[in-house]
């Protein structure tokens, strides 16, 4: 819950910047700090939201009493879910809803603000070049947006994926390496290397670097910075299997 003397933006880009900074601290709550999310969100407490703030941290609250609110609110009670479906799918719901309360309240910010028509175009475009949070939580994704790169056309499709296949299973687990490309079938659709979990980051969502060094999960094999999970390329030398946080959180719930 915020203070109601935060400065609100008044921007198109401002209001992105605000966008990106709740985004975040959703992803992280969800991901990284999944297993202190789910404590919190005891159902045995009053109805509880997950606020995103602005300045990229979250937390679990109770809703405002100010009605109407400054600002649009969270869904309502996702604590009382927790216990009544399996984790991964009380997680999606809550990033869904988390999706939803996002785009809300960005162009909550619109419409105070008096965007026009090209501001919330602009807003809206710069907010779909991310992925939902959703699609990072879950590790979906449309592949037909998915930013790639292109097969070689003087290439058969068969003989790319043997290559890339054939490069990324002669490398160590925890060695940077370039994500395989996506190919494209005869109707000009991308077809996805499934044995590799995406080019985006499992914590922050954002699109694979060439300059920055990833890690792959040996249980989910989903990609992360390494930066995210705070793992350094000297440190992952002497990885044998690296398990990702939320795979290490589930195996310690298992084990109580």
């Not at 606020?51 to 990229?56: C, N, Q, T």
């Not at 056309?153 to 925890?174: D, H, I, V």
């Amino acid at each position: 819950m915020e203070s109601i003397g935060v400065p609100k933006p008044r921007t198109a880009e401002e209001v992105f910047n605000d966008f990106k900074g709740r985004r975040a601290g959703l992803i992280k709550a969800l991901t990284t700090d999944v297993q202190k999310f789910y404590q919190l969100c005891d159902p045995e407490k009053e109805n509880l939201c997950l606020y995103g703030l602005p300045s990229e941290g979250w937390e679990v609250n109770l809703p405002v009493e100010e009605v109407p609110p400054e600002l649009p609110e969270p869904a309502l009670g996702i604590n009382f879910a927790r216990d009544g479906m399996q984790e991964k799918d009380w997680l999606s719901l809550v990033a869904v809803h988390s999706d939803s309360w996002l785009l809300s309240v960005a162009f909550y910010f619109g419409a105070r603000f008096g965007f026009g028509k090209s501001e919330r175009k602009r807003l809206f475009q710069m907010i779909n070049d991310l992925p939902t949070v959703f699609e990072v939580v879950t590790g979906a994704k449309n592949h037909k947006d998915q930013v790639g790169v292109q097969s070689n056309g003087s290439k058969s499709k068969s003989s790319g994926k043997m290559q890339s296949r054939a490069s990324f299973e002669s490398l160590p687990k925890g060695v940077k390496m370039t994500p395989p490309p996506k190919y494209e079938d005869e109707s000009g659709e991308e077809e996805e290397d499934d044995e590799q979990g995406g080019t985006l980051c499992g914590a922050c969502g954002d699109n694979y670097a060439a300059d920055e060094f990833w890690i792959c999960c040996d249980i989910c094999e989903r990609w992360f910075h390494g930066k995210c999970v705070k793992i350094t390329p000297a440190k992952a030398e002497h990885i044998k299997q690296y398990k990702c946080p939320t795979c290490t959180t589930k195996r310690a719930r298992l084990q109580v």
